[in-house]
T-cell receptor
């Protein structure tokens, strides 16, 4: 149980276009979903936390107008990278939690999405 | 503020030998501690966690970790390393109060690359 999927697993897009990444909890309801960004050989950087039906909370330094997060249901959150540029190329990982962000519930991680912007 | 330190960027060990990947932490309240493993271009896979109870925690794939409160450490260990254990390992911590409410988000260490030589 507690499986999280991401789609697509990899995507290549041209500079200036927008890309949507989906994160789904397959066998549980995710009250909270988290979006991370990871650069090569580096740790995960939390970008934002989203709760179903409410606006996402972005970490300091993350542009909310560039990285649009929607958590429309208890099993789906989407991250849209708008007007992508080569510097947005990265590995994006989502995770999902059964509880609220304030409580110590485990996070279940998706397999990640490799975004390359040309 | 929470923090996690993995003092070794890389650990090299011969197959069949014991391995240790070090982790120390700093949190407010009680620590909830996690180890994850990441293979190239993949998401994080959960290995084990310490919430409460026995200080020695056993996890997936023969890994174990020992919680040491006085040294604020949570080192990952395996008695006999396999070549297939070669990957990137992350330690993570979350501080929790007595009521189970988190003091902050899940904080990751910078990761340790484990290489097991045949």
């Amino acid at each position: 149980g507690a499986v999280v999927s991401q789609h697509p697993s990899w995507v290549i897009c041209k500079s200036g276009t927008s890309v949507k990444i989906e994160c789904r909890s397959l066998d549980f309801q995710a009250t909270t979903m988290f979006w991370y960004r990871q650069f090569p050989k580096q740790s995960l950087m939390l970008m934002a936390t989203s709760n179903e039906g409410s606006k996402a909370t972005y970490e300091q330094g993350v542009e909310k107008d560039k990285f649009l997060i929607n958590h429309a249901s208890l099993t789906l959150s989407t991250l849209t990278v708008t007007s992508a540029h080569p510097e947005d190329s990265s590995f994006y990982i989502c995770s999902a939690s059964k509880g609220s962000a304030d409580h110590s519930y485990e996070q279940y991680f998706g397999p990640g999405t490799r975004l390359t912007v040309t | 503020a929470q923090s996690v330190a993995q003092p070794e960027d890389q650990v090299n060990v011969a197959e069949g030998n014991p391995l240790t990947v070090k982790c120390t932490y700093s949190v407010s309240g009680n620590p909830y501690l996690f180890w994850y493993v990441q293979y190239p271009n993949r998401g994080l896979q959960f290995l084990l966690k310490y919430i409460t109870g026995d200080n020695l925690v056993k996890g997936s794939y023969g890994f174990e970790a020992e919680f040491n409160k006085s040294q604020t450490s949570f080192h990952l260990k395996k008695p006999s390393a396999l070549v297939s254990d070669s990957a990137l390992y992350f330690c993570a911590v979350r501080g929790v109060n007595a009521g189970g409410t988190s003091y902050g988000k899940l904080t990751f260490g910078q990761g340790t690359i484990l290489t097991v030589h045949p």
